[in-house]
């Protein structure tokens, strides 16, 4: 099939398809004469493991792994395991930033009148002044 066949079939863009080409996350594509690039339902199926693995927010380098792994038979899962938890463990990290950017803008918010006045205790938080005095 073609790329956009393979496209259509796997969820992931053309664009994509090519991206993950050049970076080895699959291999060159078998070409035609003309030179369009030719995809078997092996390369498909790959595709959808690269897609699924990005949707669960793994780097382009794990999931190079994970595809080493993954079509490596002979691997043990405990490699699996071991990249699957410390993703979960940065994961975790990652969610406990996004709270506290939440709490800290939550806070900006809160002080602020949202009124005529010029006077912006979240302005005055991201400028790292104040906001106690931004916000009389």
Same mark, same amino acid.
């Given at each position: ?60 380098? @794990?999931?190079? @792994? ?52 010029? @006077? ?17």
């Amino acid at each position: 099939m073609n790329i956009g066949e393979a496209a259509s079939a796997s969820g992931v863009s053309a664009k994509m398809i090519r991206h993950y080409e050049s970076v080895g996350l699959i291999p060159a594509a078998s070409r035609t004469d003309a030179g369009y690039r030719q995809y078997a339902e092996a390369d498909v199926h790959t595709l959808r493991f690269i897609r699924h693995s990005r949707d669960l927010g793994f780097s382009i380098a @794990e999931i190079g @792994e994970l595809v080493g792994l993954w079509q490596n038979r002979r691997r043990s899962s405990r490699q699996v395991k071991a990249l699957a938890t410390a993703h979960i463990e940065d994961l975790e990290r990652k969610s406990q930033q996004l709270l506290a950017m939440k709490s800290t803008l939550e806070h900006l918010v809160h002080c602020c009148h949202g009124d005529d006045r010029p @006077e912006c205790p979240i302005l005055a938080g991201l400028a790292g002044e104040s906001t106690e005095r931004a916000g009389r």
